[in-house]
């Protein structure tokens, strides 16, 4: 089982920046992915990166203004967040998965989530 807690969310005016970290430990040589959730919608997937970081995807309403990245030797994931819009504001919640998908169901472990908030 893999432990995962993120950090560095917060509250941010439109067009600014952000950026997450997800410490994890256990199988960090998996794929790891940031999903997000706002109010009353499901959790939609925002970008995943291999376990030697040479494959990245992203969904099509972050892709040029996020970022995704990891640090093998510092077991974390990094989600730079730039250009934010209100209607990036959710929950984000980083997972780990044994393939990078776009499927949440691919995902067997998740962090507890953390609060990003974009102010127009």
């Known amino acids: 089982q893999v432990q995962l807690a993120e950090s560095g969310g917060g509250l941010v005016q439109a067009g600014g920046s952000l950026r997450l970290s997800c410490a994890a430990s256990?199988?960090?040589?998996?794929?790891m992915g940031w999903f997000r959730q706002a109010p009353g919608k499901e959790r939609e997937f925002v970008a995943a990166?291999?376990?030697?970081?040479?494959?990245?995807r992203y969904a099509d309403y972050v892709k040029g203004r996020f970022t995704i990245s990891r640090d093998n030797a510092k077991n974390t994931v990094s989600l730079q967040m730039n250009s934010l819009r209100p209607e990036d504001t959710a929950v984000y919640y980083c997972?780990?998965?044994?393939?990078?998908?776009?499927?949440?169901?691919?995902?067997?472990?998740w962090g507890q989530g953390t609060q990003v908030t974009v102010s127009s």
């Open positions: 990166i291999s376990g030697s970081a040479g494959n990245t």
């Open positions: 256990g199988r960090t040589f998996y794929a």
């Open positions: 997972a780990v998965s044994p393939v990078v998908s776009k499927a949440p169901d691919h995902y067997t472990d």
